[in-house]
T-cell receptor, first 113, second 115 residues
Framework: GNSVTQMEGPVTLSEEAFLTINCTYT??????LFWYVQYPGEGLQLLLK?????DKGSNKGFEATYRKETTSFHLEKGSVQVSDSAVYFC????????????FGQGTRLTINP | KAGVTQTPRYLIKTRGQQVTLSCSPI?????VSWYQQTPGQGLQFLFE???????NKGNFPGRFSGRQFSNSRSEMNVSTLELGDSALYLC??????????????FGPGTRLTVL
């Protein structure tokens, strides 16, 4: 079946540090991959996406590259800010039933000034 | 363009009652999906409606049901509430394309507490 595994949190970094949140997936065929972010008390916001192998999604300084050989979609940012503190979810959209997003367990990120 | 809206934002109910949640999608979006978010189970897919028909369904009991209207607005109903139904219920809308590239946009959620 389809599944997503994220690195366990919580992750605590200092401002301006480099961020990596690991995400690997299991799926039939080549799904689309997404990163969503959830701020306290809010819903999910789409951060970035990639729809085919070797695609790089990017937004607000965050990047992730769709790697089919390692079935991974790791999230990176070169210099984090306090405002990046949130919970980050990796998700896949399967080939069959595209609207049935499968989510990882989420990674809570805290950035200290 | 306005985003996905959900009403109400907060609800408190008691066991055995039923509840209806509402979701208005982004203009032009024909697909509405519902998800349950809990600390223990994370984000789980409930069901998806497209053109007033349930197109995809997750693994939830029949107490969870939904419908979609001709203007694409959707409602979700939970009957005979249980304590374990306490959760954040998220609605997402998309164009509804039958490809994995279809992107879902989420509303702020409805926080349901069952006492």
């Amino acid at each position: 079946g389809n599944s997503v595994t994220q690195m366990e949190g919580p992750v605590t970094l200092s401002e301006e540090a480099f961020l990596t949140i690991n995400c690997t997936y299991t799926a039939t065929g080549y799904p689309s991959l997404f990163w969503y972010v959830q701020y306290p008390g809010e819903g999910l916001q789409l951060l970035l996406k990639a729809t085919k192998a070797d695609d790089k999604g990017s937004n607000k300084g965050f990047e992730a590259t769709y790697r089919k050989e390692t079935t991974s979609f790791h999230l990176e940012k070169g210099s984090v800010q306090v405002s990046d503190s949130a919970v980050y979810f990796c998700a896949l959209s399967p080939i069959q039933g595209a609207q049935k997003l499968v989510f990882g367990q989420g990674t809570r990120l805290t950035i200290n000034p | 363009k306005a985003g996905v809206t959900q009403t109400p934002r907060y609800l408190i109910k008691t066991r055995g009652q039923q509840v209806t949640l509402s979701c208005s999608p982004i203009s032009g979006h024909r697909s509405v999906s519902w998800y349950q978010q809990t600390p223990g189970q994370g984000l789980q897919f409930l069901f998806e409606y497209f053109s007033e028909t349930q197109r995809n369904k997750g693994n939830f009991p029949g107490r969870f049901s939904g419908r979609q209207f001709s203007n694409s607005r959707s409602e979700m109903n939970v009957s005979t509430l249980e304590l374990g139904d306490s959760a954040l219920y998220l609605c997402a809308s998309s164009l509804g394309q039958a490809t994995s590239t279809d992107t879902q946009y989420f509303g702020p959620g409805t926080r349901l507490t069952v006492l």
